[in-house]
């Protein structure tokens, strides 16, 4: 079975500082994984996935993700937060042969003047 | 081109009553998901319609729920005998295939009073 864990539900940086999310998943097989962003009253919109290609992923808007199997790991990150980059963040978990994905419970990200 | 579409933009019902959701895929896109989004919570999978195959129903919550899809594009999630506990964001997704980048809906808010 696959799931997802996010550390911390809300995050708070300065802007211009580095923006760092957490995301740990189990699975049994290989995955895909995947970030998405919601900005507030939107739907979710993919910011970057992996697919077993190269392990660090670059997404839009500078964001870019390492798979570390070792570490069970994908964390997002980003150089240096915009203030446009507020909103809540998922990771997501899909194998390669199931049809469910598996969302964390969401990260909120507050970008502080 | 057009994204995915969802009606009611919010839903106002009463306990006991039935309720339907619509989902306008992306023209082309052969996957449908369904997920809930309950407050403080991630995405939880609720259905998955892949072209003419048998849906994946893992994920309904209950027998008051249900899905169809009509001539392999809109989509219908009903709920029946309406709960309080059934208020959430309900989020529809379409993609060009069951590995394929999954496009998310601006979602049904649901409020059950």
């Known amino acids: 079975a696959q799931s997802v864990t996010q550390l911390g539900s809300h995050v708070s940086v300065s802007e211009g500082a580095l923006v760092l999310l957490r995301c740990n998943y189990s699975s049994s097989v290989p995955p895909y994984l995947f970030w998405y962003v919601q900005y507030p009253n939107q739907g979710l919109q993919l910011l970057l996935k992996y697919t077993s290609a190269a392990t660090l992923v670059k997404g839009i808007n500078g964001f870019e993700a390492e798979f570390k199997k070792s570490e069970t790991s994908f964390h997002l990150t980003k150089p240096s937060a915009h203030m446009s980059d507020a909103a809540e963040y998922f990771c997501?978990?899909?194998?390669?042969?199931?049809?469910?994905?598996?969302f964390g419970t969401g990260t909120s990200l507050t970008v502080i003047p | 081109g057009a994204g995915v579409s969802q009606s009611p933009s919010n839903k106002v019902t009463e306990k006991g009553k039935d309720v339907e959701l619509r989902c306008d895929p992306i023209s082309g896109h052969t996957a449908l998901y369904w997920y809930r989004q309950s407050l403080g919570q991630g995405l939880e999978f609720l259905i998955y319609f892949q072209g003419n195959s048998a849906p994946d129903k893992s994920g309904l919550p209950s027998d008051r729920f249900s899905a169809e899809r009509t001539g392999g594009s809109v989509s219908t999630l009903t709920i029946q005998r309406t709960q309080q506990e059934d208020s959430a964001v309900y989020l529809c997704?379409?993609?060009?295939?069951?590995?394929?980048?999954?496009?998310f809906g601006p979602g049904t808010r649901l409020l059950v009073l």
């Open positions: 997704a379409s993609s060009l295939g069951r590995k394929e980048t999954q496009y």
């Open positions: 997501a978990v899909r194998s390669n042969t199931g049809n469910q994905f598996y």
